[in-house]
């Protein structure tokens, strides 16, 4: 049985003046620092949007989610909602203890009753939620590299909503959207998800679900977290709020989620249709690849295209909403409009945009004709992303001790000065431990947090227009992705592995280290006494045994030129 959207959801705050005691008692409890995915998860929690969950799932919610995409007691739940948390934190816990849950600024949002501490089995996880224990799936990366050992889980007590300065007259908790709809007389509504800047076809496509099941058109957009390298959702809504004018007067309406993605493919649409099922909706649209992650490390799709679709349909009755399942719209030039790829006759001109080439033409300055988009999203999009050539950029150089890579990365920054344009940063490994890294050592800990300050640098000076050239050993395929990532979502990241062989660094010796690491007096030493995990993706390999330093900083900058991140 589902609620009808007519009907309040049950939330889990407390009355304000309750909120305000428990507020100052919460002072004085452990506290736990949420991340910023554990407090879109709280958020959801609390307001109603993951109901029936009433906190972080216990040990046997969890097992039975991850095993049967059901709770303990057979309710459909399909995403395992768990508090990871480190082992040192959770060795201070002891069950039935109350802890206080924090905001990234130190703000109580809730507080929460601990009744199981567990240690998962994180490769079980991925493999039954995401389908493989592949780190080429974001949540399974997130899973192994950012998600803490320990899960703690037990009921919440909601004090207060996460604060959003942004877009805030779009956002609504599930009960305010219902009571939207109770005020409208919306009783069929049709959502509509997405993470990416809607274009005209969307809008079409939107269009003909809401008339096809007869209803009312909620555009429901996801802002908390998306697909690492997604556009920010700043630029997103600027977006939206230029397409929402397209639609018939008072049929449609927008609403910001602030929910995690786990871009969980199958699991994930059913998940999505609860959610929407909470927040009143009746309908909810599911296209090809529903929240899709991408290749996995053997190159191919983690799920079939209509996996979701599939599933979805099975679980329907259960989640409450009726699938609209997503038309491939194009455009037919003939009869300048978009139609379903499906109902097209032979003979007629079809044309289409994909994500990729879209993005090749913000890239490179390109048009992006009016059949395929507003003319509106087009200029936002290019005041977020502009050419290629004109976007702040990062190269990461890795490679062992003395392989070359400060000498190549110096030579490269005077390249790069010579050609002028951007401003060049050096973040040469020995430099950066004589200022930002000055206290670490080459503990496995000590080197990802070296990697992750400079990771965090480089990030920054690409999303202000700048250049940024690292040259660490960065030993950790992990870390070197994690960087990836947090570049990337700024600007272009171009790895390149000095692929020096350790006999020949070992032959030059140039600071004479490894003749102290292999005499023992240097411990943890990289290539001797300390791992380095060669890459395996990156977008440049120089070999400095066959070339001189000129010519691999040469290699780098027709890279460059052939990424289309520097032109003459
Ligand atoms: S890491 O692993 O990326 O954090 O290392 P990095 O910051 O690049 O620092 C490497 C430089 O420190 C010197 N050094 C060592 N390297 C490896 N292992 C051990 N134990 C070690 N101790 C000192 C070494 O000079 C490295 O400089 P490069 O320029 O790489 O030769």
């Not at 320990?150 to 908790?173: C, E, N, S, W």
């Not at 008072?250 to 199958?266: D, E, F, K, Q, V």
């Not at 296209?287 to 190159?299: I, L, T, V």
């Amino acid at each position: 049985m589902f609620l009808s959207n007519l009907t309040p959801i049950p939330e889990l705050y407390v009355s304000y003046d309750s909120a305000q005691k428990l507020k100052h008692e919460a002072g004085n409890l452990t506290s736990w620092d949420l991340s910023p995915r554990q407090v879109c998860d709280l958020e959801l929690l609390m307001n109603g949007g993951f109901n029936p969950l009433k906190g972080f799932l216990t040990e046997a919610d969890y097992n039975s989610v991850v095993d049967n995409m059901r709770l303990a007691d057979g309710t459909l739940w399909p995403m395992p909602i768990t508090l990871d948390v480190s082992e040192a934190f959770a060795d201070g816990i002891e069950p039935g203890q109350d802890i206080a849950l924090r905001d990234q600024e130190g703000v109580i949002l809730a507080t929460m009753t601990v009744t199981d501490r567990w240690q998962p089995d994180k490769s079980r996880e991925a493999a039954q939620v995401f389908g493989a224990d592949d780190s080429a799936h974001p949540a399974v990366n997130y899973l192994h590299s950012q998600a803490g050992k320990v899960y703690l889980g037990g009921p919440i007590t909601g004090i207060q909503q996460p604060v959003h300065y942004d877009f805030k007259a779009r956002r609504d908790t599930p009960n305010e959207l219902r009571a939207m709809f109770r005020k409208l007389g919306w009783r069929r509504v049709v959502a509509f998800q997405t993470r990416n800047p809607l274009h005209r076809a969307h809008q079409e496509l939107t269009f003909r679900a809401a008339k096809e099941a007869q209803a009312n058109l909620l555009i429901h957009p996801v802002v908390g977290m998306t697909k690492p390298g997604d556009v920010d959702h700043f630029t997103r809504v600027r977006c939206y709020e230029a397409v929402i004018d397209k639609y018939p007067g008072s049929t449609t309406s927008m609403s910001l989620l602030n929910l995690a993605m786990r871009m969980a493919g199958p699991r994930e649409a059913v998940w999505h249709g609860l959610i929407r099922a909470n927040h009143g909706c009746t309908h909810f649209i599911v296209g090809r690849d529903h929240a899709g992650p991408g290749k996995n490390s053997a190159g191919e799709d983690f799920y079939g295209p209509y996996d979701a679709q599939e599933m979805f349909r099975r679980y329907q009755d259960e989640i409450g909403v009726e699938m609209v399942d997503f038309k491939h719209m194009v455009y037919v030039q003939e009869r300048a409009q978009y139609e379903p790829a499906d109902e097209i006759e032979e003979g007629v001109t079809v044309l289409n945009i994909s994500g990729t080439e879209l993005r090749r033409r913000l890239r490179e300055g390109l048009e992006i004709p009016e059949w395929f988009s507003f003319p509106e999203v087009v200029t936002e999009l290019r005041r977020t992303s502009p050419a290629r050539a004109k976007q702040g950029f990062t190269v990461f150089f890795t490679g062992l001790s003395g392989s070359g890579k400060s000498t190549i990365a110096n030579a490269l920054m005077v390249k790069l000065m010579e050609m002028g344009g951007r401003p060049v940063t050096l973040l040469d490994g020995d430099v950066v431990r004589k200022h930002l890294s000055a206290e670490l050592g080459f503990s496995k800990e000590h080197r990802d947090l070296n990697i992750k300050r400079i990771g965090y640098v480089a990030s920054e000076i690409t999303k202000n227009g700048g250049i940024a050239i690292c040259a660490p050993i960065a030993p950790y395929t992990a870390t070197r992705r994690s960087v990836r990532e947090m570049v990337e979502s700024y600007g272009a990241f171009v790895e390149v592995h000095v692929a020096t062989s350790l006999e020949e660094c070992e032959r030059r010796d140039r600071k004479g280290l490894y003749k102290l690491a292999r005499e023992g007096k240097i411990k943890e030493f990289t290539g001797i006494s300390d791992p380095y995990e060669e890459p395996t993706q990156a977008e440049l390999v120089v070999d400095t045994e066959g070339a001189d330093v000129d010519n691999c900083a040469h290699q780098v900058v027709l890279k460059l030129e052939q990424l289309g991140l520097i032109a003459y």
